[in-house]
């Protein structure tokens, strides 16, 4: 019963914490948080997969592919001109190389898509602080 009630707390702690940063945070830093969070997803995938946890590997698929959704939501398609456009292109190849990949169990694809997210977010990461 004391770890029923204990693991509440920690994820209504959780819950605050992550709506209180979220709350906090630009939109600059926010795109930072989920492309992370992306490669974290990605990367559990990858061990449920040597794991042989297929149940875990789709669930962690699943939230990378809803965070490349998220992704997608924030460009702006109308100011964003060619760049948006190839950033939107290169979003829906990364979530159908995920759903390849969920389906084939293919580390290959998730190490693929993983290096094409880590080198948007460098990019992201290298935009001086005065465009955020």
């Known amino acids: 019963m004391a770890a029923v009630m204990n693991k509440r707390y920690v994820n209504q702690y959780a819950s605050v914490h992550t709506e209180s940063i979220i709350e906090e945070s630009t939109p600059h830093a926010l795109i ?8 974290m997803q990605v990367n559990a995938a990858k061990g449920a997969i040597t794991r042989g946890s297929f149940e875990d590997k789709s669930t962690h698929i699943s939230r990378a592919i809803s965070i490349v959704g998220g992704l997608i939501d924030g460009i702006d398609m109308e100011r964003g001109g060619s760049i948006a456009e190839n950033l939107n292109r290169l979003y829906e190849y990364i979530n159908a190389k995920l759903f390849q990949a969920s389906a084939e169990n293919s ?3 998730l190490d693929e898509v993983s290096e094409l997210m880590r080198c948007v977010k460098e990019a992201w990461d290298a935009i001086p602080k005065a465009y955020h």
């Open 107 to 109: 580390i290959e694809m």
């Open 32 to 39: 930072q948080m989920l492309m992370a969070g992306f490669l």
